[in-house]
């Protein structure tokens, strides 16, 4: 069983930028897809940002230039630096993974098999 738990999140101007973390605990050594997912009130879950198994990184469109995905596979630990934060980047922020290539995909909810409890970003 794989844990997610994501960090990071707050509240912040407009203009300004949020790091987020999302921590992976799995024993297995399996290789991971890892993507970012947002959820406004009232709306469906978005897809964000992935990195794939080989690192390849894929962006939603209201978010490339400003949001960058990395990850750390020592610590395996996903990030989303976010900058430029405008209101509507407000919502709640979800970590996923699964243990397969995403890239066909990757902005299906339902191709990820594993999911954090997310975290807040309010931007103002």
């Known amino acids: 069983h794989v844990q997610l738990v994501e960090s990071g999140g707050g509240s912040v101007q407009a203009g300004g930028s949020l790091r987020l973390s999302c921590v992976a605990s799995?024993?297995?050594?399996?290789?991971?897809?890892m993507a970012w997912f947002r959820q406004r009130p009232t709306e469906e879950r978005e897809a964000v940002a992935l990195i794939d198994v080989d690192g390849a990184t894929f962006y939603a469109d209201s978010v490339q230039g400003h949001f960058t995905v990395s990850k750390d596979n020592a610590e395996n630990t996903l990030y989303l630096q976010m900058n430029g934060l405008k209101p509507e980047d407000s919502a709640m922020y979800y970590c996923?993974?699964?243990?397969?290539?995403?890239?066909?995909?990757?902005?299906?909810?339902?191709?990820?098999?594993?999911w954090g409890q997310g975290t807040q970003v309010t931007v103002s």
């Open positions: 996923a993974a699964d243990p397969a290539y995403c890239r066909g995909s990757w902005k299906r909810t339902s191709r990820y098999r594993y």
């Open positions: 799995d024993d297995t050594r399996r290789r991971f897809c």
